[in-house]
């Protein structure tokens, strides 16, 4: 299984970015996706998750209302749309895929067997 990240840069507070990640290896629609992300110095975090097979999706608190995720099955592609970016969402962002995870376990990060490489979004002020 392998998951490949893309779409991260230097933007500035107010723009918007799209995040890519493809995936390849797995029964992809039937997985739980998700975005992780970790700022320098501090812990990775839940940003937002689809799951599988035309399921829920879930989001930060943080992303709510500004950050779309979106997946296509045929492409066996995850985006993660990001609008009204602020310094505070500069992070490296990985994407994460599982099978078998419930609908309370979608933030955690314990929960998601497979992780992509990462990509850095750096919003400046």
């Known amino acids: 299984v392998q998951l490949q990240a893309s779409g991260g840069g230097l933007v500035q507070a107010g723009d918007s970015l799209r995040l890519s990640c493809a995936a390849s290896g797995l029964n992809f629609r039937v997985y739980t996706v998700g975005w992780f992300r970790q700022a320098p110095g501090k812990e990775r975090e839940f940003v937002a998750s689809?799951?599988?097979?035309?399921?829920?999706?879930r989001y930060a608190d943080s992303v709510k209302g500004r950050f779309g995720i979106s997946r296509d099955n045929t492409k066996n592609t995850v985006t993660l749309q990001m609008n009204s970016l602020k310094p505070g969402d500069t992070a490296v962002y990985y994407c994460a895929a599982g099978r078998t995870i419930i609908s309370s376990s979608m933030a955690s990060d314990q929960a998601y067997a497979y992780w992509g490489q990462g990509t850095l979004v750096t919003v400046s002020s």
């Open positions: 689809s799951k599988g097979s035309g399921g829920s999706v």
